[in-house]
T-cell receptor
Framework: GESVGLHLPTLSVQEGDNSIINCAYS??????FIWYKQESGKGPQFIID?????DKRQGQRVTVLLNKTVKHLSLQIAATQPGDSAVYFC??????????FGKGTRLSVIA | NAGVMQNPRHLVRRRGQEARLRCSPM?????VYWYRQLPEEGLKFMVY????????ESGMPKERFSAEFPKEGPSILRIQQVVRGDSAAYFC?????????????FGEGSRLTVL
């Protein structure tokens, strides 16, 4: 289930289940979005990106959905594995503005 | 094909000392970004530099913080007279020259602890 931790919301899923991580972005002028994965003690690692002229993009085991009407982004991870446990950040960018990161969601995979 | 290199990975300073964090971008990348991350929080943009130029420093505190990206050598984030509130992880990212997608490639970060 999903719960709000001290600072980061946490999503706990069973190994093998699908995970859905949600993100509400703030700037309607943003036209490029990225999902990053950050493992403990490491830097953010690129997962998948999407431009505003698309509403869905698929990668290997991951899918990003973009709903510009409600400024919502989601990351779907199929067949979640223990190695997927990390904090996931969405990031948005518009024009020449720097990449702006969301708050993050901690994904915890239960074996 | 080395990624973004940051050093030191861990730095301990006493209040009032100076901290210097270094970042070498990926080969062929001329755009460097610095972000700060507090525990259990997201990354906050600080500054964006190209070689010898500061492009956007809207996220940099007005005092004690400075950044440079010289023609030769790594980018440096300098924090003078550190205070406990400066304790954080500082991440550097780089992107290619014109034509890049906007994706940033991050280093492993420098973790500053101020005693």
């Amino acid at each position: 289930g999903e719960s709000v931790g001290l600072h980061l919301p946490t999503l706990s899923v069973q190994e093998g289940d699908n995970s859905i991580i949600n993100c509400a972005y703030s700037n309607s002028a943003s036209d490029y979005f990225i999902w990053y994965k950050q493992e403990s003690g490491k830097g953010p690692q690129f997962i998948i990106d999407i431009r505003s002229n698309m509403d869905k993009r698929q990668g290997q085991r991951v899918t990003v959905l973009l709903n510009k009407t409600v400024k919502h982004l989601s990351l779907q991870i199929a067949a979640t594995q223990p190695g997927d446990s990390a904090v996931y950040f969405c990031a948005e960018k518009g024009g020449n503005t720097p990449l702006v990161f969301g708050k993050g969601t901690r994904l915890s995979v239960i074996a | 094909n080395a990624g973004v290199m940051q050093n030191p990975r861990h730095l301990v300073r006493r209040r009032g000392q100076e901290a210097r964090l270094r970042c070498s971008p990926m080969k062929g990348h001329s755009h460097v970004y610095w972000y700060r991350q507090l525990p259990e929080e997201g990354l906050k943009f600080m500054v964006y530099l190209q070689k010898e130029n500061i492009i956007d420093e809207s996220g940099m505190p007005k005092e004690r913080f400075s950044a440079e990206f010289p023609k030769e050598g790594p980018s440096i984030l300098r924090i003078q007279q550190v205070v406990r509130g400066d304790s954080a992880a500082y991440f550097c990212a780089s992107s290619p020259s014109l034509g890049g997608t906007g994706e940033l490639f991050f280093g492993e970060g420098s973790r500053l602890t101020v005693l």
